[in-house]
């Protein structure tokens, strides 16, 4: 389709079935598994197919163009990233990548060997606060950013496999043909080194939020899922979780624009 797309009824209700197709399927995903929660046609409509529209409608000032979606842990952003890819896949638009902050996460193995500081200010490895903004390769992420931006070289980048818990190195594939990147991340927009950096890179800056208690219950169920007791999920939340959420909502002022999960579980325009 050229132009604005304005979708007929008949026809958001074929992509959207189209595009959970695709998410059920576990295609786009690095280890195969399906994305359970599919949008339904009023967030295609609202926010989905708008963000994609955005940069559909402008050429890159680079080579290649940036949009960060950043958000506090639990509130969806790699879910929305996964239905943008989700929808320029259904629709054959191929001028689109995705990209994921976790994908820089440290290794395991080295985290164990690193130290940092709690919360409470006890002294232990970063492999109890992985998570949080020291147990990223922050620098890996911005070169390859800056790399993404000078040039429409491809590019093949680090992907998060959520069976092993470690990245994964070359697994994500950046095409020449790709000019708009849709990177998400928790910590896009922090005002510090490399964060900072990272967040002029952007052309375009998006937050996600959600209720303190859907936060919570989300990541609960996300623990729980890895195996992890309730003693653990409680540890974590003191330890990682709980700040990283408000370390991220007090850089939100820097996004241009906003959205957030509604009572009935919508995701909306703010």
Request: aromatic share 8%; with cysteine; net charge negative.
């Amino acid at each position: 389709m050229n132009g604005p797309m304005t979708p007929t009824s008949a026809e958001l209700e074929d992509l959207t079935s189209c595009v959970a197709s695709v998410l059920e399927g576990g295609a786009l995903a690095t280890d195969g598994r399906p994305v359970a929660v599919v949008p339904r046609s009023i967030e295609l409509q609202g926010v989905v197919l708008p963000l994609l529209e955005w940069c559909r409608q402008r050429e890159p000032q680079t080579p290649r163009g940036i949009v960060g979606l950043a958000a506090p842990c639990g509130a969806g952003k790699t879910l929305l990233l996964s239905w943008l890819a989700a929808t320029s896949h259904a629709l054959g638009w191929n001028e689109f990548g995705f990209v994921s902050l976790d994908g820089y996460h440290l290794p395991d193995a080295e985290l164990r060997t690193l130290q940092g500081v709690d919360p409470s200010g006890k002294i232990v490895s970063l492999w109890d606060l992985k998570g949080t903004p020291a147990t990223f390769d922050g620098e890996g992420f911005l070169e390859d950013l800056r790399r993404l931006k000078s040039n429409r070289d491809e590019r093949w980048l680090p992907a998060y496999n959520r069976e092993l818990h470690e990245a994964v190195a070359a697994t994500l594939c950046i095409s020449s043909e790709v000019k708009w990147v849709f990177v998400e991340g928790n910590f896009l927009f922090l005002d510090e080194i490399p964060w900072r950096e990272i967040r002029e890179l952007l052309d375009r800056k998006i937050y996600l939020d959600a209720s303190d208690s859907v936060l919570k219950q989300r990541l609960r169920a996300r623990h729980a899922a890895a195996g992890r007791g309730a003693a653990w999920i409680k540890a974590h939340f003191r330890r990682t979780d709980g700040p990283n959420i408000l370390l991220i909502r007090s850089h939100a002022h820097f996004a241009e624009e906003c959205y957030r999960w509604d009572v009935n579980g919508f995701l909306r325009k703010a």
